[in-house]
Nanobody, 128 residues
Framework: QVQLVESGGGSVQSGGSLRLSCVAS????????MGWFRQAPGLEREGVAA???????SYADFAKGRFTISKDNTKDTLYLQMNNVEYGDTAMYYC??????????????????????WGQGTQVTVSS
């Protein structure tokens, strides 16, 4: 039902910038929260940034000051602006979403367990 399609990944030099996009379809007229996760080979998937249904954003420590998450509600599109990228940012980046409700209010939106819907991912490779 719900589909998430990421784009914007690619190769970028250390210190450069990249903007990822995630187009969502199949959303109902409900409140949704969305997030970006990443996974490098051999490592656990980790939360990068999230934006809640009320617009509140949260970031992993490594993303603060460098990445910005935003959402265009009219297009159901999520963005991740990545600035001053580092080699350690190399990973597959995934878009995720779920319905916000009383049962999950106040919980962290940077945890895999908080999401039901996932995209296929877009690869980001940083050269150094």
């Amino acid at each position: 039902q719900v589909q998430l399609v990421e784009s914007g990944g690619g190769s970028v030099q250390s210190g450069g910038s990249l903007r990822l996009s995630c187009v969502a379809s199949g959303f109902t007229h409900r409140a949704w929260y969305m997030g970006w996760f990443r996974q490098a080979p051999g490592l656990e998937r980790e939360g990068v940034a999230a934006i809640d249904s009320d617009g509140t954003t949260s970031y992993a420590d490594f993303a603060k000051g460098r990445f910005t998450i935003s959402k265009d509600n009219t297009k159901d599109t999520l963005y991740l602006q990545m600035n001053n990228v580092e080699y350690g940012d190399t990973a597959m980046y995934y878009c995720a979403a779920d319905v916000a409700g009383y049962w999950n209010e106040g919980r962290s939106r940077l945890l895999e367990s908080e999401y039901t819907y996932w995209g296929q991912g877009t690869q980001v490779t940083v050269s150094s």
